[in-house]
């Protein structure tokens, strides 16, 4: 299973359905075991051990009666050490053998209050059975009786757990990915002529990054070949090649780096479809942009600049004032939307893109380290 995206983090396998399943059924029979003639009171510990007590509950064999009780002490991925209520118990509980049923125990705070309050109610004795027990994390001398998975100190979703209010109904439990939201992904933007391919290298080289330009992946192709041949009549144009075509050679250029720090993606994604194509491809991969650097000319400036490299770059793109013109107004339609893409993800930076190279390099290095930091 790829990872999964649950608002601002990715999550990847940890225990599958059928695991689960398996240790359920071997708690089940033990409980069944320990409980046939004590008349237990099930207590489930909601929301997170909902799914975990259906399942248990139909592989103990021992007709009872069972409490729905809710507590809270968490907020997001962090604990606050705060357990603030038992809401919902209507049980007698005195006399009662309870079994607290709990989908996870990790300092033990939650547990320990809930022990407190059901002997303080008159029960005769009290157990728990949780499907999963951070054993790293626990600060109480409190012995757990029925323990599913011992787990490291990660934070865990699905099966009832959720991330602030996602992924309770995942059919198995996913850990949070720290893998690659690390790496520096940066998508360098402008229209044509603003000096992206320029500056690509210079931030490939400062940040050991790998730079992918769409446009020198389709003009590096075998000129025979059909691709080749298909992406040449739209780029000879001034026209953009089909994203279906892009994005299938960009995640392809991409998949030859598994190991890269980064990439600087020069030209791509140059239309919305693109943009989301990319951020469903990286995150598939357990990374996402981390921004986008805009390169901003005006129109004059880049048809001067545009002309004068026709002379030594040989790009037929470049020397027809009528191609050069489509691929500005190309721009301006169906590119610049881009940007509002990432504007939406607070991940755009303007850039004067007027000045020397040197200078334009400076304002996107202070650009870059300004982020980092
Ligand atoms: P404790 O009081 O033992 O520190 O925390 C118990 C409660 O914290 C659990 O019932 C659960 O709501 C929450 N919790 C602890 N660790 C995790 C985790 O890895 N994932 C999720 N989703 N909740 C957790």
Redesign the pocket.
């Known amino acids: 299973m790829a990872l999964i995206k649950l608002h601002d983090k990715q999550f990847g396998p940890f225990l599958s359905k059928e695991t689960i399943a398996e240790r359920i059924q071997t708690m089940g029979k033990q409980i069944t075991l320990d409980y046939a003639d004590k008349d237990p009171l099930f207590v489930i510990?909601l929301n997170?051990a909902f799914m975990f007590a259906s399942d248990l509950l139909k592989e103990i064999d021992i007709i009872s009666d069972l409490s729905f009780i809710k507590v809270s002490?968490?907020e997001g991925t962090e604990?606050s050490g705060q357990?603030k209520n038992v809401l919902g118990l209507q049980d007698e509980i005195k006399g009662r053998h309870v079994v607290l049923i709990?989908?996870?125990?990790?300092?033990?705070?939650?547990?320990e209050y809930l022990n407190n309050y059901m002997i303080e109610k008159g029960a005769l004795s009290v157990e728990i059975a949780t499907l999963l027990f951070?054993k790293d994390a626990y600060q109480k001398e409190y012995k757990l009786k029925y323990t599913g998975f011992e787990i490291p100190n990660k934070?865990?979703?699905g099966y009832g757990?959720?991330?602030d209010g996602l992924g309770r109904n995942i059919n198995e439990i996913l850990k949070l990915s720290e893998t690659k939201n690390n790496m520096l992904n940066i998508v360098l933007f402008g229209p044509p002529g603003a000096g992206k391919g320029t500056q690509s290298e210079k931030l490939a080289q400062k940040y050991g990054l790998v730079h992918i330009s769409t446009g020198d992946v389709f003009r590096g192709l075998d000129p025979q070949s059909d691709l080749a041949k298909l992406a040449k009549s739209y780029s000879d144009k001034g026209n953009l090649v089909p994203d279906d075509i892009t994005i299938k050679i960009l995640e392809s250029e991409v998949q030859k780096h598994p190991d890269a720090k980064g990439v600087i993606y020069d030209g791509f994604p140059r239309t919305s479809a693109q943009a989301e194509a990319l951020d469903s491809f990286l995150a598939s991969k357990g990374t996402s942009v981390t921004f986008m650097l805009a390169l901003e000319v005006e129109e004059e400036e880049l048809r001067t600049r545009l002309k004068n490299r026709a002379i030594d770059s040989g790009r037929p793109d470049d020397a027809d004032p009528e191609i050069i013109q489509n691929r500005i107004d190309v721009y301006n339609k169906q590119t610049a939307p881009v940007a509002s893409h990432y504007k939406e993800q607070g991940k755009y930076k303007a850039i004067d893109g007027i000045g020397s190279i040197e200078e334009i390099t400076e304002r996107l290095f202070t650009a870059i380290d300004g982020v980092e930091a």
Do not use: A, H, P
């Open positions: 510990v997170g002490s968490y604990t357990v709990e989908d996870i125990v990790d300092t033990g705070i939650t547990l951070k934070f865990v979703v757990l959720d991330y």
